[in-house]
C-alpha cells in the first residue's frame, strides 16, 4: 500500500503573528535537545537567550530532549531552563512551538517560563515580509512509521492516558521511545540522505495556501536553504550540539534586510 503523500496531507490552519513595527530582529533557533548530560549546549542556549539583541527569539520545537509533562519542570535541570526562560523574557519576547520531542509542553509551562505560544504552522509577518514557520516533522511524509506514530501520540486520548501516568512511568517510557529511536537510526548507519527530508509538494503547497514564498523549519538536522519550487524557498535550522566531537550551532536571524545565519551570542561581561 502506497504511504501518504502531498495529497493525503490536509491542508492545516495558518496561526497569523505579526510582528511590532518598533521590533529590529527576531531570531529562530529548533533542535536544542536541551539534557542535563549537555552542559556546553545548555550554556550556550542560555547565554543567547539572555543576551541577543534580537526583540524575540522563537524557539521552532525539540528545545528539549524530552518533556514528559509539565510536572516535570520542577526537577532541578528543568528548574535551570525555567529560570533562564524566565528571566529572558523579562528582556524580549519568546515563542515557543512544539517539536517532535516536546510537544507535550502546555500551559503551566509557558505560563512559568513566560513563553508565547506558537501554534505550527504560523505565518510570521514582520516588515512587509511573511514567513510560514513550521518544526517541520508533520511535513516528513516518506518516514510513514514516524507519521503513524505522530497521529497517536498528538491524539487528546493517547496524551490523557499518558499524563495520568506517575512521572517516573512517564520518563521511563519516554527513555524506552528514544532508545528505539536511537536504534533505528545507527541501523540507518547514521546517513542522513537516509532519514527523511519535508515533502517538496506538501511543503510548497502549504507555503501556496498561506500564501508566502519561505519556510524556516527545523527537525531534519540538514541546515541550510534550498529552493523547493520555482518561487517557493525554506531554509532549514541547524541542531545545537556544542558538547560533541563536531560542535555546531547557530541561529538563523530576520531583519529588515533579510535572513542571515549567525553565531549565537556569547554572555557580555
Known sequence: MAGPG????????????????????????SDLHLDA???????????????????????????????????????????????????????????????????????????????LPLPDPTRL?????????????????????????????????WQSDFLALPLVERRRQAASMRHQSDLRRRAAGHAMELWADVDAAAAVSWMHAAGVAEMVHGHTHRPGSSTLAPGFKRHVLTDWDLDGAAPRAEVLRLTRDGLARVAPTERSG
Open 125 to 157: 509577518t514582520a516588515w512587509d515580509r511573511s514567513l510560514l514557520l513550521t518544526h517541520g516533522d508533520a511535513l516528513c511524509l516518506a518516514d510513514t512509521e514516524y507519521q503513524h506514530l505522530r497521529t497517536l501520540l498528538r491524539s487528546a486520548r
Open 37 to 115: 548530560s549537555l552542559p556546553r549546549t545548555f550554556d550556550a542556549w542560555a547565554a543567547h537567550l539572555l543576551h541577543t539583541p534580537a526583540d524575540a527569539v522563537f524557539l521552532l520545537g525539540d528545545l528539549f530532549e524530552v518533556w514528559v509533562g509539565d510536572d516535570a519542570r520542577d526537577a532541578a535541570f528543568e528548574r535551570r531552563c525555567v529560570d533562564v526562560m524566565a528571566e529572558a523574557s523579562t528582556r524580549r519576547s519568546l515563542a515557543f512551538m512544539a517539536g517532535n520531542r516536546d510537544f507535550l509542553l502546555g500551559a503551566e509551562m509557558r505560563e512559568a517560563c513566560g513563553l
Open 6 to 29: 502531498p495529497a493525503r496531507l490536509a491542508l492545516p490552519a495558518f496561526y497569523e503573528f505579526v510582528a511590532p513595527d518598533d521590533w529590529r530582529a527576531v531570531d529562530f533557533i
